[in-house]
């Protein structure tokens, strides 16, 4: 494992270079996995694994909306695509992506089929580290680890399309064969991981339940409400207000971001604009800092978890998140952002 500097502290990471498929192929030759649930992260990481050569199959409730959708993507039924109960069997690695919540009412199930050797496969650390709330205690002669893609499974699956690789965080919790380290790091490269970088299951569960609820997820749909709103109070017009919180952030400035740091972005703006952006980030900063302490408290103290449990575990969730959705989608800012990128140039039809 190469270590590397993160501006300033060393940790542990998995390159393709340093694993390369054909070793991944070599560990995993005569592996059956069983990817159990075909959700989102269910299809990115199944479809990039048989794309790999590795011998993946798919475990699914027969006569559901996905069982029709794994066909599509070429699982074939009796072959490749089976009921839950009989992948599980047949699999000798049991990737576990059903919803966090649903794991729990499977749970019985898969652990029947634990049998001595084999190995539990998450992409969350949320199950094993919320074990009190959700009751998941894999028997001691299984293997335990999880590669988690730090994207959605629908990125995955693009990026590996592309050519590209997400990055990925891997954990062992239990090491039973005394091989869990190559198999999960089989899996990782598998799945399409870039890298992988080191971590434990209650660290990976503690971050990620953080970041979707802060930055990337929670408090972006936060501050853009609220600039949108301040926008438009002061009798900026709707598109103007979407132009100036969104389009511009996703459009222009987050790919500098991402290429090559914040302090890029910066440097290619104006000047008049970098002395605001400079002047102004620390107040923000100081404004949400407080809030962040109250989520992550909230995700250690389990408050978090036991929320998305209750939730998620309603038979007519479904219904109530899609209401909670079209609220965003039907809000003027989102559906003035409609508009707008229909507007994109590229979202055009051509012109004869
Ligand atoms: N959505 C994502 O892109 C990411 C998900 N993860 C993790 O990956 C795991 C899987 O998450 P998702 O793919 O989002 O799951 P999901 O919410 O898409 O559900 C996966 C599958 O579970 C099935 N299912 C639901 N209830 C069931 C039940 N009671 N019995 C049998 N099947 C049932 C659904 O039919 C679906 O095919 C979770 O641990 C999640 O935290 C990690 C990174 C990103
Ligand atoms: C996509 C991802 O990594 C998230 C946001 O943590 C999730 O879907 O759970
Ligand atoms: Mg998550
Ligand atoms: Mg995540």
Redesign the pocket.
Known sequence: MAKLNFGGTEENVVTREEFPLSKAQDVLKNETVAVI??????PGQALNQKDNGINVIVG??KN?K?WDKAIADGFVPGETLFE?EEALEKGTIICY????A?QI??WPTVKKHLTPGKALY???G?GITFNEQTGIVPPADVDVFLV??KG??TSLRRMFLQGRGLNSSFAIFQDATGKAWERVIALGIAVGSGYLFETDFKKEVFSDLTGERGTLMGCIQGIFAAQYDVLRSNGHTPSEAFNETVEELTQSLMPLVAENGMDWMYANCSTTAQRGALDWWKKFRDATKPVFEELYNSVATGKESQRSIDSNSQPDYREKLNAELAELRDSELWQAGKTVRSLRPENQAVEA
Request: no cysteine; net charge negative.
């Open positions: 649930g075909y959700g989102v992260q269910g699914q409730r559901s996905t839950i992506l059903l919803s966090d649903a009412e499977l998450f992409s969350h949320f988690a893609p959605s499974g």
